[in-house]
T-cell receptor, first 117, second 112 residues
Framework: GAVVSQHPSWVICKSGTSVKIECRSL??????MFWYRQFPKQSLMLMAT?????????EQGVEKDKFLINHASLTLSTLTVTSAHPEDSSFYIC?????????????FGPGTRLTVT | GNSVTQMEGPVTLSEEAFLTINCTYT??????LFWYVQYPGEGLQLLLKATKADDKGSNKGFEATYRKETTSFHLEKGSVQVSDSAVYFC???????????FGSGTKLNVKP
């Protein structure tokens, strides 16, 4: 099956610093990737949709300047949390759509746990 | 708006027991419904899906039927195994499959 990886799997950073999370589709090209955030015992919330070579589309309430998304290639999307604060601590999950049709399946990465101290 | 509600866990069963995990949804339009499973340390994997009312999705012994009249998509399995221990997420997507709405997940523990 299709594999999506995330790096790092967990990261601890100090308040005020920035941290980058990578999402890679290992054995397929992904025109579209998605970034989700999950709070403990809560559902995944879509943060943004990124299309290769264009600007990401952010969901309402998500700060574009705080959560920078770059989808520079068909196998890599990055999420940078800028000037991180403790309230940004969460589990971040990406998914990648295999194929160009909306109904093509999304494959999920294992997630990255961010802790901001 | 769109939302998904699923039963809280954890659910603990003995091997070969019958499993039901309830899922209800609120949606506009004609959503598609999904069950995803997440094993420890791994990403969510699609377990089954149904794209229209009365469709039944099935995979690996799991089944769920898209019930529009009750806005439900309950997950069932007749005989669970220890290897089924995981977190199960119910989800719906809009008609364009661009946005997914997930339930909070239900952890299943199956004991030998």
């Amino acid at each position: 099956g299709a594999v999506v990886s995330q790096h790092p799997s967990w990261v601890i950073c100090k308040s005020g610093t920035s941290v980058k999370i990578e999402c890679r589709s290992l054995d397929f090209q992904a025109t579209t990737m998605f970034w989700y955030r999950q709070f403990p015992k809560q559902s995944l919330m879509l943060m943004a949709t990124s299309n290769e070579g264009s600007k990401a589309t952010y969901e309402q309430g998500v700060e574009k300047d705080k959560f920078l998304i770059n989808h520079a290639s068909l196998t890599l999307s990055t999420l940078t949390v800028t000037s991180a604060h403790p309230e940004d601590s969460s589990f971040y999950i990406c998914s990648a759509r295999r194929g160009s049709k909306p109904m093509d399946e999304q494959y999920f990465g294992p997630g990255t746990r961010l802790t901001v101290t | 708006g769109n939302s998904v509600t699923q039963m809280e866990g954890p659910v603990t069963l003995s091997e070969e027991a019958f499993l039901t995990i309830n899922c209800t949804y609120t949606a506009t339009g004609y959503p598609s419904l999904f069950w995803y499973v997440q094993y420890p340390g791994e990403g969510l994997q699609l377990l089954l899906k149904a794209t229209k009312a009365d469709d039944k999705g099935s995979n690996k012994g799991f089944e769920a039927t898209y019930r529009k009249e009750t806005t439900s998509f309950h997950l069932e399995k007749g005989s669970v195994q220890v290897s089924d221990s995981a977190v199960y997420f119910c989800a719906l997507s809009d008609q364009n499959f661009n946005k997914f709405y997930f339930g909070s997940g239900t952890k299943l523990n199956v004991k030998p």
